[in-house]
Structures are given as structure tokens and as C-alpha cells.
């Protein structure tokens, strides 16, 4: 029974990447090969110059105030290699999204949904999400794989030592400082810690962790985007 439930879980995790990579490689296939006009990526990737650059978070010789610093990050490694080549920037947000793809998946699994095939078909085959893998926004995919992380984190549950729990909070810091979307992920866990108060300590204390580490990182931005906001 338990080498059939084995073999069962390799045939489903073969399946997983095989979807995976057909998808992957029809979005690379599709995405855009070079910039058009838009202010925030514009924007995202000039800030990712000028940390790169040793110049700080700045955009136009001004300090950035209003995007969190996740999106710039998120972009660090192919400006590095590669420049401006906005093919591999859009490569990078494919990446970004194929990888979100297979966090969503896992966290229907933990939450035992049995429509997740399903699921994982709408989701890759949707509109909104394809736009947003070739490149229509650098912000989207990299927000939405930090938030399903985490939210895979939380539906495995925190029993199993300190790294789901540092793994949650990691998460939930990458989406706050990826979108200030994010704030709504950290209000629905203080949400849950309040109303969950007394379920078992492992789940509380990871739960207190990621929202802890969250409100730390938003607060953090605050003050120093308050701090250098030119007139």
C-alpha cells in the first residue's frame, strides 16, 4: 500500500513538471522581447540600477518613496548578467510566474483540494495571468509567488521545526516589501491569530512570527520612506 501511494505521488509530481515546463516554455515563447512604455517599469528597473550601482534606492536622482523595494530586488540577479536585455528580464518575470504556478500548487495540495488540476489549468490559462507572465507588469508574478509561499507555509502548519516558521516569515516580508498589496495578506494573518488565538502553540507561534517579521519590514519602510521624501 505504501510503495502504491509512493509510486501515486512520483506519477503526480512527473505530471506537475511536465505541465510546469510546457507551460514555462509557451510563456518564454511568448513573451516580450523588448520594453514598451510604462512608468513603473521603468521605474523598478531604474531603481534596480542604482542599488546596483552603489547609488542607493534612487529613480531619477530622487530618493524612491513610493514602491517598496521587493519589485527592484526581485530583478537584481538579470540586470546584473545581462543589462537592459529585456529578454531576459521578461524570461525573469516567466521564471517568477512558473514558480508561483507550482506555490499555488502546493498549497492546494495542503489544503487537500481536489479540484487542483483544475485549478492549476484556470490559473495558467487565464488571461490576467498570462499578461502579467510575459511582462505586462514586473511587479505581479514575483508578488504573487511570495504571497502563495506563504501561504503554503501556513496550510502545512509549523510542527515540523524552525524552518517552515522561518520560511513563512521570509514570505511574508517578500510580499509586503514586493507590493503594499501585501498589507492585506498581513492583516488576514493577525486576523487569524486573534481568532485562532487558541489553537496549538506551534501554529501560534509560527503565525506570530510571520506577522511579527511583516509588521517589522512595513514599519521599516515607513519611517525611512517618511525620512527621505523630498519635497
Known amino acids: 500500500m505504501r510503495e502504491a501511494s509512493s509510486n501515486g505521488g512520483r506519477r503526480r509530481a512527473l505530471v506537475l513538471a511536465t505541465v510546469l515546463v510546457a507551460v514555462g516554455l509557451l510563456y518564454a515563447a511568448s513573451a516580450r522581447e523588448r520594453s514598451f512604455f510604462d512608468a513603473d517599469t521603468a521605474q523598478y528597473l531604474g531603481l534596480a540600477e542604482s542599488l546596483l550601482a552603489g547609488d542607493g534606492y534612487r529613480f531619477d536622482g530622487r530618493a524612491q518613496t513610493k514602491f517598496p523595494p521587493g519589485v527592484a530586488l526581485a530583478y537584481l540577479l538579470p540586470l546584473a548578467l545581462f543589462g537592459r536585455d529585456f529578454v531576459w528580464i521578461y524570461r525573469a518575470t516567466v521564471f517568477y510566474s512558473v514558480a508561483a504556478l507550482w506555490a499555488a ?4 495540495e495542503a489544503r487537500g483540494e481536489r479540484a ?3 485549478l492549476l489549468a484556470l490559473t495558467a490559462g487565464s488571461i490576467t495571468w498570462y499578461e502579467f507572465s510575459l511582462g505586462a507588469s514586473l511587479s505581479e508574478t514575483p508578488f504573487a509567488l511570495a ?3 506563504a501561504l503554503g507555509f ?3 502548519g509549523f510542527g515540523r521545526g524552525p524552518l517552515p516558521v522561518l520560511g513563512f516569515a521570509a514570505a511574508v516580508v517578500a510580499a509586503v516589501l514586493t507590493r503594499t498589496a501585501g498589507v492585506a495578506l498581513l492583516a488576514g494573518i493577525w ?3 486573534v481568532l485562532r488565538w487558541r489553537t496549538g502553540r506551534s501554529e501560534r507561534v509560527g503565525l506570530l512570527a510571520g506577522a511579527a517579521a511583516g509588521t517589522l519590514a512595513l514599519l521599516a519602510w515607513s519611517l525611512w520612506s517618511a525620512g527621505a521624501r523630498e519635497p
Open 105 to 108: 500548487w502546493a498549497w492546494w
Open 116 to 118: 487542483r488540476w483544475l
Open 147 to 149: 504571497t502563495l509561499v
Open 154 to 156: 501556513a496550510e502545512r
Open 191 to 193: 486576523a487569524t491569530v
